[in-house]
C-alpha cells in the first residue's frame, strides 16, 4: 500500500513537473512577436525601444517599423551567411578581433592618461612653445581689436552717448558701462582679438572699412545707430597672436605628454617583459 502511495506521489509530481515547463513554453511562446528563420522577437524587446509617454498610435506605427526592420536584417543577415566564402568570414572575423582589441587597448591607455597625465601648464611652457612654433600659427582668418555700440533711434541722450564712445578716458567708459541697458548690444573690450565674420554679423560695415585702422566710425540705418572703433587689426597669413591662440597651444601641449606618456609605457612593458622572459625575440 506505502509503494502505491509513493508510486502515485512520483507520477503526480512527474506529471505537474511538465505540465509546469509546458505552461512556461507556452507563456514564452505568447511573448514572441515574430519569427524569421529561427530567430525570435520577443515583446520585451519591444518595450526597450518604445519611448515614456508615447501615445497608442504613434507605438503602433513604432513598432511596426522596428520589427519590419528587424526582420529585414535578420534575412539579410542568414543570406549573406549563405553566400559570404569561408575566406570573407574569416577576414570579417579577423577585422572584428582587431577592432575589439584596439578598443580594450585605448581604453586602458585612457585610464592611465586619465591616472598619470600631468595637465598642469604654466605661462612660461606656453610662451615658449608660441616661440619655437611661431611659423606654424599663420591666421586664416581676420582679426579686430573692436570697440561697438548699437542703440535705437529712440534714444534721448544720443549726442552724450557718441561723445562718451569716442573719449578714451576709463571715467567716460564706466559711464558708458552704466547704460548697457539702453543698447540693444555693444562691446566695449578692445583689447581682445575678435573674428571680423562674428563683428560682420552685428555691425553693418563693409569688410574694407572694419579692416581700416580707425579711431571712429558711424553709421545710421532704420534700426538705429551703429557706432564702432577699431583699435588693430590682423589679416590672413599673419602670426596669429598669442593671447588668441592661447587654448589651442594648451591643447597641443597635452596631447604632445600624451604621445610622450603612451610611448613611456610602451617602453615599460617591453623592458619588463623581456626582464621576466616573457618576451623573446629569436
Known sequence: MTRFFCLFFIIIFISSCEYLELQKKEDISSEIVAIVNTEKLFKKDLKEILPSGITGDDSLVLVRGYINDWAIKQLLLKKAETNNSKEDVDEIDNLVRDYKESLIINNY??????QQLDTVINDVEIDAYYR???ENFRLNEELLKIK???FDNNIINKKE?????????ID??????KQQLSFKFHQFNDSVWTRLD???LKLPFSKDNLLKKIE???????????LAAINDVLVRNDIAPLSYIKPAIKQMILHKRKIQLIRDIEKILVQ???KNNNFKVY
Open 132 to 134: 619655437e612654433n611661431k
Open 172 to 177: 567716460d567708459l564706466e559711464n558708458l558701462e
Open 272 to 274: 619588463d617583459a623581456t
Open 109 to 114: 591607455k585612457e585610464r592611465l592618461i586619465k
Open 198 to 200: 562674428k563683428v560682420m
Open 161 to 169: 552717448i557718441i561723445t562718451l564712445f569716442k573719449s578714451s578716458n
Open 216 to 226: 571712429f566710425v558711424e553709421k545710421q540705418d532704420s534700426l538705429g545707430l551703429y
Open 148 to 150: 561697438y555700440l548699437h
